[in-house]
Nanobody
């Protein structure tokens, strides 16, 4: 049974930092591109960042570029999202997701393509 478990969310002041983690089990982690998405009530879930199977390539949404960094540790079956210079508009539930891909460098950004999702972790940024 595949499980993705996010952690590290919480309440932080604007300008602060948080590091989210997503621990995966029940899958061959290195076969999956890993993504982070976020969602606020009443809005669609949106892409935040993705990292390739090989960890050699990443893409971030324009709204977080230069502030958020995605990384992964295939030995620990874990993907991370380092979030710096947080803004109130970053407040959302953050989800990690896994997409089984053949191309080691493929970077899926559309949520419809992802195979597995975590339950999410709340991030709240106060002004």
């Amino acid at each position: 049974q595949v499980q993705l478990v996010e952690s590290g969310g919480g309440l932080v002041q604007a300008g602060g930092s948080l590091r989210l983690s997503c621990a995966a089990s029940g899958l061959t982690f290195s076969s999956f591109a890993m993504g982070w998405f976020r969602q606020v009530p009443g809005k669609e879930r949106e892409f935040v960042a993705v990292i390739s199977r090989s960890a050699g390539s990443t893409v971030q949404a324009d709204s977080v570029k230069g502030r958020f960094t995605i990384s992964r540790d295939n030995a620990k079956n874990t993907v991370y999202l380092q979030m710096n210079s947080l803004k109130p508009e970053d407040t959302a539930v953050y989800y990690c997701a896994a997409d089984l891909v053949v191309d080691r460098n493929f970077l899926p950004t559309r949520l419809q393509g992802y195979d597995y999702w975590g339950q999410g972790t709340q991030v709240t940024v106060s002004s």
